[in-house]
Every structure is written in structure tokens, then in C-alpha cells.
């Protein structure tokens, strides 16, 4: 089979109320994707734009974003999986080049939440489940992971302390990485002081430092065949595995909640039987931590940790920038904030530039395979990507 | 003139807000107001269904029946919401669980009659029809 690379990355910040429109969001991320890999409109061939429909007033927003940054007259077409949208993305552009259709191809993920309340936003995102027999219920994300968390500490006896720890981590980072939205440091006494906003229950057991921020941002991610990625790219990125599964939209439809979500670990095994690699030659991990426990199921569902045993990870600290796994030192979705389509892409980058060894204070020493675990829904969409320096 | 044919929304009546209006699973809500909280099975295969469907993907055919969900299951989690979607507001705090019937899992609201001290996972349950203000009826997991 050819090869396959990832020759540019970029994304805008990601924001509280971004002052602009959507156009000009998703044109951040590209310009600094395209400023990566030193090319010109004129070289992309292809373009897949990637978001999670209804926060913005934009109706099939493909063709409006290609417009505004000079896209035109090359292909486009919009691709959704919610919160995995950009990973699908990656994966939609992987096919086109492997078909040999296109040489070079833009990923671009963006998402305008602010122009909605918080309210709304959980509205809308209570409908990416089952609308017909959920919704009615009164559902919204925090609430399904929630069930998951309670499922886990009546199971295998993980606690607040160590939900709590996954945030700690997230912050750890944050504070160091210019593009998140949450800055500040985060303690473990910010979830036992009554008086800490994060301490507040959303969905108990989880509380607001359980659960990642909405934010505004855009991502960008230009993957080209492997000889034009050799002649564009000093340092091309390879894409080694590609996996991806779907999942039971209905609560009522999943297996046993105390293995964590089903997608992870399909999409997890296609992805390193592709790149013919194991969990333990992962260097580096960027994981859909859209909930602290979600963090914690990840570990588990993609072989980092048995099942039960994520929670030794986050208490041993080895899934921080020193220990054996590290994961997520760029924040996460915790401390970066999660603009639904964009947020593959931002995973994508953070991946491509530590194995480039770009990652200025977040750095991991010398990794040369990384992995990017992205989620759509309540673990109803599933994309795990591998990708390696050589 | 043809008189306009007029559309079966049963279904717009489902829960707190209902996304849904048509469907050809309404008689749901016509048992529900007979007090059964039914899913359907396969005529064919056997193949039960809750939520239930009308079509059965595992021999493709749509000849469906209707059972009442019957016995007890058994509560696999649950969780109390602390903020609601719009239009969930007014039903602060409540909580979502999900139980286990053996052949099929029920999701859904869990009874704020059942004592907060009492809602354990792995305690018994039962699915119960609720009739909410201005018509609206839905279910919850009360205990059994």
C-alpha cells in the first residue's frame, strides 16, 4: 500500500465567544496549517470540512469556508460524526488519497458554540443521542458519563479523588499550552472546597471539573500522498493506523458499562493491526477526555490499562509527561475546551508536532509513534488514529 | 376538495418534550395510557426489542408484536442531574438510571418517590407509566 502523510498542522485558539464568524474562525487554523507546511492554496487539491451542525445558523457550511479561503474550485464535502468529526475527516481524506483520486487534501474542523446559551448547547448536544426514546428524559452529555463513572466506582471502587486527579493533570498542562481556554491551575482541594466552582455537582458523581468547557475553535490538518509529502515536507508525519466504529446510539443497546465504550476498543484494535503495533509502543497519547472518566476508560480501552485498572495510571502518574504513557500533556479537551468539530484536529496536531519534536515545555522525550483517540457522542462514533516519524 | 388527511402524533406526547411525532411505533403511547410499558418482538426471529422497533434488521422483515415488559430488573447506574437541557427545568433535580431485564435494558427517569438513600446500583426495579400535566405520559424506574 502507498503512504500517506500528514505534511501541515494548525489551529486557531480556542475561545470563550470568538469574535468573528465561522468563516473567519475556520480560516485561523488553516492559515496556520498552510504557514506549517510552507504551501499555497494552489497545492490543495481537496478540502473536507468538519463540523457538528445546528450552533451556528450556517446550513451546509462546506461551501462557504472553502470560498472565504480560497478553496475554490477544488472539492469539498462536509463530513459529521459530532465530536469525532475531524478525525473522520482525517480518515475520508486518508481514502481519497490512497484512491489515488487526490494527491493533496485539507482537513478542516471547526466550531462556533457561543452564538447559543449553555442550556442550549446541551440541548442540542442531548439530541446527538436518541432523540425518539432519551431525549424526552431530559438528557445531556454530562449525565450519560456520568452513569459510566458510577458504574466504574461501584465496580472496581475508583473514586472522586481519582476523577479528580485526571483534571489535576489536564491543568497540569493547560496552564503551559497558549492555545486552551482554561488556564488556571486546578488542585485536588478545588473538588472537596464547597465554595469551588468545580466542586459543584453537574450529573453527580461528576462536578463542573469533571467536564470540559465549550469553546469556539477551528483546526487544520493537510495530509498528501507520500511522494508529494517527501517533496513539500522536511519532516512528513505518517499515518500508520486508521480505525473507527460505531456504537448503539441508546443507553438501553450498550454492553456491560464497566468496559468503557465499545468504540474505543474496535476502533482501537483496527487502528494498531493496521499499523502493526502494540499499546506498549505507543510514546504518546492524545485521548477524548470530554469527561474526566472518560480519560479513565480510554487507559483501559486502549490497552494502556486492564480493565478496572485505569485509575492506577492517573494515582502512579504515569500517564504525565515523565511517566510510561504519557497522555494528553497538551491540556486536553479539559483544559483546552472542546469546539465539537475542530477538536480531532487539535489532537492531530498535538500528536504530529511531539513526534516532530515541536512541542516546546510539553515535549515528551523523543517519541516516535503517537496515537489519537477521538469520540463522537457518548461513545457512539469512535476514531483511533496512529501516526509515526518514520 | 380532498379533505386533509389527519397526521397520528401520539408520539409528540411522549416524555417531558418529545422531538418526535410520527413514528409507527405510536401505540407505545396508547399502552402506556392502558398502564404497559411494552417493547416489541420479532414474529420471526424472536428477537426482542426495547426501545422497541417496528423493523428487525436480523431477517428484515417488519412483522412485529407487542409484550409487556414484565419481572424485575436490575438498576445498572444512575445518575442526578443538577442542571437540565431547555425545557427540563422545572423537573430539577431528577435522576436518569438504566436497568437490566435480561433480554433487553430499560432506560429512563428513576422515581423521586423511591428515598434518595435507597437508590443503590444493583437494587430491583420495575418500569412504572407516569401521567404528566396537560396530557403528557411517560415512564420511570421505580423500585420494585
Known amino acids: 500500500m502507498k503512504r500517506v502523510a500528514i505534511i501541515g498542522v494548525g489551529q486557531s485558539a480556542f475561545v470563550r465567544g470568538y469574535e468573528g464568524s465561522i468563516r473567519e474562525l475556520a480560516f485561523e487554523g488553516f492559515k496556520e496549517a498552510m504557514e506549517d507546511a510552507k504551501i499555497s492554496v494552489k497545492d490543495i487539491d481537496a478540502s473536507i470540512i468538519c463540523s457538528a451542525p445546528e450552533y451556528d445558523k450556517q446550513r451546509s457550511p462546506a461551501g462557504v469556508i472553502v470560498e472565504y479561503l480560497g478553496l475554490i474550485p477544488q472539492p469539498t464535502c462536509y463530513v459529521e460524526t459530532v465530536c469525532s468529526s475531524s478525525s473522520t475527516g482525517l480518515m475520508v481524506a486518508y481514502s481519497m488519497i490512497q484512491a489515488a483520486l487526490y494527491d493533496v487534501v485539507a482537513v478542516i474542523g471547526f466550531q462556533k458554540m457561543s452564538e447559543i446559551s449553555s442550556m442550549e448547547v446541551q440541548e442540542r448536544m442531548g439530541r446527538g443521542a436518541d432523540i425518539q426514546w432519551e431525549s424526552p428524559f431530559g438528557t445531556m452529555m454530562p449525565a450519560y458519563y456520568a452513569m459510566y463513572a458510577r458504574a466504574y466506582m461501584e465496580e472496581y471502587g475508583l473514586t472522586l479523588d481519582d476523577l479528580a486527579k485526571v483534571r489535576v493533570k489536564a491543568a497540569t498542562y493547560g496552564q503551559i499550552n497558549e492555545k486552551a481556554v482554561y488556564r488556571k491551575p486546578v488542585t485536588l482541594e478545588d473538588f472537596t472546597d464547597p465554595e469551588s466552582r468545580l466542586a459543584a455537582p453537574v450529573a453527580d458523581p461528576l462536578r463542573v471539573g469533571d467536564c470540559c468547557a465549550n469553546a469556539d475553535g477551528s483546526s487544520c490538518v493537510i495530509v498528501a500522498n507520500g511522494e508529494k509529502a517527501k517533496a513539500m515536507c522536511e519532516r512528513p508525519v505518517w499515518i500508520l493506523g486508521l480505525g473507527a466504529a460505531s456504537e448503539a446510539v441508546n443507553m438501553a443497546g450498550r454492553p456491560d458499562l464497566t468496559r468503557g465504550l465499545r468504540v474505543g476498543i474496535e476502533a482501537g484494535e483496527k487502528a494498531y493491526k493496521m499499523a502493526g503495533v502494540t499499546p506498549k509502543d505507543i510514546d504518546v497519547a492524545e485521548v477524548h477526555d470530554c469527561f474526566t472518566i472518560a480519560e479513565i476508560m480510554a487507559y483501559e480501552n486502549l490497552g494502556f490499562a486492564k480493565p478496572g485498572e485505569g485509575r492506577d495510571l492517573i494515582r502512579s502518574k504515569e500517564t504525565y509527561k515523565e511517566g510510561s504513557i504519557p497522555v494528553n500533556v497538551d491540556g486536553g479537551l479539559l483544559s483546552k475546551g472542546h469546539p465539537i468539530g475542530a477538536t480531532g484536529g487539535s489532537q492531530i496536531r498535538t500528536i504530529v508536532k511531539q513526534l516532530r519534536g515541536e512541542a516546546g515545555q510539553m515535549q515528551v522525550k523523543d517519541p516516535a509513534i503517537g496515537l489519537i483517540h477521538n469520540i463522537g457522542g457518548v461513545g457512539l462514533y469512535g476514531n483511533v488514529t496512529i501516526l509515526g516519524r518514520e | ?144
Open chain 2, 1 to 144: 376538495m380532498a379533505k386533509k388527511e389527519e397526521q397520528d402524533t401520539r408520539f409528540s406526547k411522549f416524555g417531558t418534550v418529545s422531538f418526535t411525532s410520527i413514528t409507527k411505533t405510536n401505540d407505545f403511547i396508547d399502552y402506556l395510557e392502558e398502564g404497559k410499558v411494552m417493547g416489541t418482538r420479532c414474529k420471526n426471529c424472536g428477537k426482542t426489542f426495547f426501545p422497541p422497533r417496528v423493523d428487525c434488521y436480523n431477517c428484515l422483515c417488519s412483522d412485529i408484536e407487542w409484550f409487556e415488559i414484565s419481572g424485575r430488573g436490575r438498576l445498572l447506574s444512575y445518575t442526578k442531574l443538577m442542571f437540565a437541557p431547555v425545557g427540563f427545568e422545572d423537573d430539577l433535580p431528577y435522576m436518569l438510571g438504566l436497568a437490566d431485564f435480561g433480554d433487553f435494558k430499560v432506560f429512563g427517569r428513576v422515581s423521586k418517590e423511591i428515598p434518595e438513600e435507597e437508590i443503590k446500583v444493583a437494587m430491583e426495579v420495575v418500569p412504572r407509566v407516569v401521567k404528566l400535566p396537560e396530557g403528557r405520559i411517560t415512564y420511570e424506574l421505580t423500585k420494585a
